[in-house]
């Protein structure tokens, strides 16, 4: 199993928590983004810089990860696309995405779109809060607790 990161919005508090947990499970970690990151030294965690672009680092991650691959972003259609592929997604809430949700986030997702393209003003996303990184702490832990057994 390799950790794909679509690192361009992800919580830097998420990113500490990749990186220890990649360091503590000997799991290589990825994140992918438009612009440089800074990560800790490690034999399992890199850095990738994509060219800037709309959905660059999200084309990326889909044409890199596999199936058993677990991939973190907030990007429903990303999402959607290396689900298809087998692998699992985990939002940085702590949400795990599969092949039995992922179509109903979709589908919210394009009607909320389609209210924002109208003039509708839906608000923006829910402040990133401690409960979220537990929540995304308490999955990945699962998530690579069975990787484990295997």
């Not at 696309?81 to 997702?109: F, M, S, W, Y």
């Not at 839906?122 to 699962?142: V, Y």
Request: hydrophobic share 45%; glycine share 6%.
């Amino acid at each position: 199993m390799k950790i794909w990161v679509d690192a361009d919005a992800c919580p830097a508090v998420i990113k500490d928590i990749l990186y220890r947990a990649a360091d503590r499970v000997q799991v290589p970690l990825t994140l992918i983004a438009n612009k440089l990151l800074r990560v800790p030294p490690s034999p399992w965690i890199r850095a990738l810089q994509v060219p800037s672009g709309f959905d660059v680092a999200d084309q990326r991650i889909a044409q890199e990860a596999n199936a058993g691959d677990l991939v973190i972003t907030a990007d429903v259609p990303l999402a959607a696309l290396v689900i298809e592929k087998g692998a699992r997604v985990l939002d940085p809430h702590g949400e795990l995405l599969d092949a039995g949700n992922i179509q109903a986030r979709l589908t919210l997702r394009n009607f909320m779109e389609g209210l924002r393209g109208s003039g509708v003003d839906t608000g923006g996303p829910a402040a990133f809060s401690h409960a979220d990184r537990k929540a995304f702490a308490n999955q990945l832990d699962r998530l690579l607790a069975k990787h484990a057994r295997r």
